[in-house]
């Protein structure tokens, strides 16, 4: 099976383009061709398939297994492969995740897809939504406890889960320490993905991020729009924020004018392999 080797600020995915529909054994090759020693190595494995509603649809294995219902670093690897591969022909198209139907922008260079910008949609702040095991809207530093330590987190899905926590400084955070046992939270009935996350200034943050299904990643574009939206609602932050993430920078912004999200940076492809023997 061809796949091609592709990352978002470092957030890796292996790319799969050549299926009608998701394989049955989805789950077992995410587990497998993710293993970063018996595998190719990577944080989900990605299936570009066909849409009725959009351009193309995709749909993504963690590296657990688990599917997710949006991952923003994909989106915009998924749409830079159908540019660069001659799926699309245009620079405006739209993806079908498991959140919606994605617009995305293209900027290219040298031919190829270089920077993307990705509605991801408005923020789901209702607690049953989300889901969290407290209702309300929204939900602002609500109290958690992991392992005798008192957190407080807002909560916010992009199409998946997230909980933002406010640190002092996110770049030296115990992220492996504390975000295991966060993520399998009773109060996140779906589990979630945790960000920790500092203020630089209204116009800026450091955040990194335990991952729901995969652990801590270089990136994650869903937590990065859930953290400016956090930001935004506690008054830390303006609702247009330059986020620094382990793997590099994503530009988000929170529109007054449709209440959605866009996130705008790089999409890469490193190599293609072939999985399986010859
Ligand atoms: N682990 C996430 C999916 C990937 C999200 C992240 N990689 C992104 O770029 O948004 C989840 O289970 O919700």
């Given at each position: 099976m061809n796949f091609t080797k592709m990352n978002g600020l470092g957030n890796d995915f292996i790319v799969v383009a050549h299926f009608e529909t998701l394989p049955t054994d989805a789950a077992e090759m995410a587990k497998r061709m993710c293993d970063r020693h018996f595998g190719v190595g990577a944080d989900g494995l990605v299936f570009i398939l066909p849409s009725e509603h959009a351009d193309v649809r995709m749909r993504i294995m963690n590296a657990d297994g688990s599917e997710a219902e949006q991952c923003g670093n994909a989106v915009r690897c998924v749409a830079k492969y159908a540019f660069d591969h001659g799926l699309v022909s245009r620079t405006e198209l739209t993806v079908e995740t498991g959140a919606g139907l994605q617009r995305v922008w293209i900027e290219t260079k040298e031919g190829r897809a270089h920077r993307v910008k990705v509605d991801m949609g408005a923020p789901i702040l209702g607690g049953q939504a989300i889901p969290l095991a407290v209702d309300g809207e929204p939900i602002v530093e609500h109290p958690i406890q992991a392992n005798g330590r008192d957190f407080c987190f807002t909560g916010v899905s992009m199409g998946n889960p997230h909980a933002v926590i406010f640190v002092d400084d996110a770049a030296t955070f115990e992220v492996d320490v504390w975000g295991p046992p966060l993520e399998v939270h009773e109060m996140f009935p779906n589990k979630a993905n945790i960000e920790f996350t500092s203020v630089i200034s209204p116009k800026e943050m450091t955040m990194r991020v335990w991952e729901r299904?995969?652990?801590?990643?270089?990136?994650c574009g869903t937590g990065a729009c859930a953290t400016v939206v956090a930001g935004a609602l506690t008054g830390r932050t303006d609702r247009t924020v330059l986020v620094h993430l382990k793997g590099g920078d994503l530009h988000i912004e929170w529109s007054e004018v449709d209440g959605h999200v866009y996130m705008t940076g790089p999409a890469e492809e490193v190599f293609t392999g072939h999985w399986g023997i010859r």
């Amino acid at each position: 099976m061809n796949f091609t080797k592709m990352n978002g600020l470092g957030n890796d995915f292996i790319v799969v383009a050549h299926f009608e529909t998701l394989p049955t054994d989805a789950a077992e090759m995410a587990k497998r061709m993710c293993d970063r020693h018996f595998g190719v190595g990577a944080d989900g494995l990605v299936f570009i398939l066909p849409s009725e509603h959009a351009d193309v649809r995709m749909r993504i294995m963690n590296a657990d297994g688990s599917e997710a219902e949006q991952c923003g670093n994909a989106v915009r690897c998924v749409a830079k492969y159908a540019f660069d591969h001659g799926l699309v022909s245009r620079t405006e198209l739209t993806v079908e995740t498991g959140a919606g139907l994605q617009r995305v922008w293209i900027e290219t260079k040298e031919g190829r897809a270089h920077r993307v910008k990705v509605d991801m949609g408005a923020p789901i702040l209702g607690g049953q939504a989300i889901p969290l095991a407290v209702d309300g809207e929204p939900i602002v530093e609500h109290p958690i406890q992991a392992n005798g330590r008192d957190f407080c987190f807002t909560g916010v899905s992009m199409g998946n889960p997230h909980a933002v926590i406010f640190v002092d400084d996110a770049a030296t955070f115990e992220v492996d320490v504390w975000g295991p046992p966060l993520e399998v939270h009773e109060m996140f009935p779906n589990k979630a993905n945790i960000e920790f996350t500092s203020v630089i200034s209204p116009k800026e943050m450091t955040m990194r991020v335990w991952e729901r299904g995969c652990g801590q990643t270089y990136a994650c574009g869903t937590g990065a729009c859930a953290t400016v939206v956090a930001g935004a609602l506690t008054g830390r932050t303006d609702r247009t924020v330059l986020v620094h993430l382990k793997g590099g920078d994503l530009h988000i912004e929170w529109s007054e004018v449709d209440g959605h999200v866009y996130m705008t940076g790089p999409a890469e492809e490193v190599f293609t392999g072939h999985w399986g023997i010859r």
